[in-house]
């Protein structure tokens, strides 16, 4: 009985100490999941602003630009890989730092130029201070980069060894032939030329990382594995041809320079397409050479001269007013109009119509123009409105100009002015807007939309493929297109052009010679200028040039200054008159293509693992890779002489690979 009594009591006691551990239990449980309920309805902001917000925030990680092509696949500008290096001395190991810091110091030393005694006493001082994110050195290229990680310390990486890498993209030109003023940028504040007219396809999706702040003013990437990738950008394929570009680069910098001229600016345009091939502009620089920094073609509106004399006689050919049996008599070459006087600069008599572009008569197109639309200048002007000359161009390019022409209802138009727009002046427009209008007439009338495009590609794959545009289905009668197509030829062999006349390749174009600023005192200042179209008879390329301020002294007018740019453009073009070829390169005096192309050597990729390219050309090689869905990095130009992943390593689709170049 006693022991029954003894054990009742354990058991009570037992049970009062278990519900007691209960009550207290569920009292600290609730407690709990009131503390929970709190800091999720109360303390969060304050706890977000206290800690997590001061300590930790989301960063952009930058897109690559999309490489930007010319026609051939030659890169113009691209996105390369800058490395940048950090070192956390907190988490080197002090026994990793004391055995290993006088090797590391050696290979800094040898890489970069400085004593090791400089760089062991700034990492003693940041290992004592344990600093997290020093930075050691920015901006290395893949190659730096391979070497550097490779050194002792820095080999264990980020979590033995302190190394710490942040990855940036750096925009750069990838060729000489065209300038930057064309090629142009895009900061995010300021667009210009081809990177600010193709941004949108350019420009990739931006990612994100976690960054922790180490100190004030430091930030480090954390956990990597966090970060939302970014989208590269798209390649652009423009229509530029180097080949055509180096030649129009040459001829006008060769013409520039002996004229002393202030600036000059060269386009061809593909007839049959309406793409532009070939977009120069240079002007004098303080130390006298030429440079590629404003683009006059599109951004300048100017009177063009006699340049426009086409367009004014076009219009009358189109109405019937003038066939080739018309005549029109100058007289003495000079002419009083509305109390305007008009000269020619040389000749006199009767002029057929096609002398009359042949000699580039001032009196004769005034005449003309005069006699047929003095009543009713809106049908002459009509004519401009439907060839767009009245329009701002809808093209790619940022900065282009609205042209600028009189009409009855500018307050400014007078008795005079038709005769003045005849000839090309009372008028402003863009060079590129005149290269269109002599680009229809060579396409048989049909006035296309200059383009800059070629093609989209994305990961290997075409995304947009340009096409031809029409702007004017019909600028005039196949009679007035032939009867002027049949001028222009002649103005180049018998008239102002005749200087570049050649009997390899039939050019058809017209000079001009337009003052401008005449109403400021001081000597004169010239602009001179040919436009046209070869071969005439089947036309291939449409050419316009302008040489603005030429030395006076030397020579101004469009047949001397202008016209022979246009002749070494048209005739290395077609290799019909070759300048600068090596002899051996000559079969019967014609060029050896074969000489002077290298095949362009076809690249796969077997197995799925990287070919050998050592030793070919990179602007035929790099193509290729981006084709097949590789991300292609490198720097220099010419043969392909380091690459990396080396011959036989396996590689994946969207990998990066990294080329370089002989310079």
């Not at 037992?14 to 569920?26: C, H, M, S």
């Not at 051939?72 to 080197?92: E, H, P, Q, W």
């Not at 920094?293 to 007013?321: C, H, Q, R």
Request: with cysteine; net charge positive; charged share 25%.
């Amino acid at each position: 009985m006693q022991k029954q009594n003894e054990y009742d009591n354990k058991r009570k006691k037992t049970l009062r100490w278990g519900y007691l551990f209960a009550v207290v239990a569920l009292c600290v449980f609730v407690m709990f999941l009131a503390r929970i309920v709190i800091l999720q309805n109360t303390n969060v902001q304050e706890i977000k602003d206290d800690y997590i917000n001061k300590n930790y925030r989301e960063a952009t990680l930058k897109a690559a630009r999309g490489n930007l092509f010319a026609s051939d696949g030659s890169i113009l500008a691209t996105t390369v890989m800058r490395y940048d290096i950090y070192l956390d001395f907190k988490t080197m190991k002090d026994t990793i730092y004391s055995n290993n810091i006088g090797a590391l110091t050696d290979s800094l030393s040898k890489m970069f130029g400085k004593s090791r005694g400089e760089f062991r006493q700034k990492f003693d001082e940041q290992k004592k201070k344990k600093n997290q994110y020093y930075t050691l050195v920015k901006g290395l290229d893949f190659d730096q980069y391979d070497r550097i990680r490779q050194f002792p310390i820095f080999k264990r990486g980020k979590n033995k060894g302190g190394f710490i890498v942040d990855r940036n993209y750096k925009r750069e030109l990838a060729t000489s032939e065209i300038g930057a003023g064309t090629i142009g940028i895009d900061n995010g504040e300021l667009r210009s030329g081809l990177e600010g007219a193709f941004s949108k396809y350019l420009t990739g999706t931006d990612g994100k990382r976690l960054e922790q702040r180490i100190n004030s003013s430091q930030w480090k990437p954390i956990d990597f594995w966090k970060v939302q990738e970014p989208i590269d950008g798209e390649d652009v394929y423009t229509t530029l041809d180097l080949r055509i570009q180096d030649i129009a680069h040459s001829a006008l910098e060769k013409q520039l320079t002996h004229y002393e001229a202030k600036h000059g600016t060269v386009i061809v345009m593909e007839v049959e397409t309406g793409k532009v091939r070939a977009l120069v502009n240079l002007r004098r620089t303080d130390s006298g050479d030429y440079e590629d920094s404003y683009n006059y073609a599109l951004k300048d509106n100017i009177e063009p001269g006699s340049t426009f004399k086409t367009i004014s006689l076009l219009a009358a050919m189109d109405d019937g007013f003038i066939d080739e049996n018309t005549t029109v008599n100058v007289g003495n070459g000079v002419w009083t109009y509305a109390k305007q006087r008009i000269s020619d600069g040389h000749g006199g008599g009767t002029y057929d119509i096609s002398d009359v572009l042949a000699k580039s008569s001032n009196v004769g197109t005034a005449k003309l123009i005069t006699k047929y639309y003095a009543e009713k200048p809106q049908i002459f002007l009509d004519h401009l409105k439907r060839w767009k000359l009245f329009d701002k161009m809808d093209i790619e390019l940022p900065g282009i100009t609205k042209p600028k022409i009189l009409t009855p209802q500018n307050k400014r138009w007078n008795a005079a002015t038709l005769a003045s727009i005849s000839f090309g002046y009372s008028s402003n427009v863009n060079l590129l807007q005149l290269t269109t209008f002599y680009n229809g007439v060579a396409n048989g009338g049909k006035m296309l939309k200059p383009i800059f495009i070629d093609k989209i590609m994305k990961d290997g794959k075409v995304m947009y493929s340009a096409k031809p545009e029409v702007m004017v289905n019909k600028m005039a009668s196949d009679k007035a297109i032939k009867m002027m197509t049949n001028a222009l030829t002649k103005a180049v062999e018998k008239g102002t052009g005749r200087s570049i006349f050649t009997p390899n390749l039939k050019m058809a174009g017209k000079t001009g010679t337009a003052r401008f600023e005449y109403w400021l005192p001081g000597p004169m200042k010239y602009r001179a200028s040919f436009a046209g179209f070869y071969p005439a008879d089947a036309p291939k390329y449409t050419c316009y040039v302008m040489v603005s301020e030429p030395n006076t002294a030397i020579g101004f007018y469009g047949g001397p200054v202008a016209a022979p740019v246009f002749k070494e453009i048209a005739g290395k073009t077609f290799l019909k008159t070759p300048q600068n070829i090596e002899k051996e390169m000559l079969v019967d005096k014609k060029v050896n293509l074969s000489k002077m192309v290298e095949p362009n050597v076809k690249v796969a990729v077997n197995d799925k693992q990287m070919p050998n390219v050592v030793g070919l050309i990179g602007k035929n090689v790099i193509p290729q890779l981006e084709n097949l869905g590789y991300r292609v990095d490198y720097k220099g130009v010419g043969r392909i002489k380091e690459q990396f992943p080396l011959e036989g390593t396996a590689i994946s689709k969207n990998q990066r690979i990294y080329l370089s170049l002989q310079n």
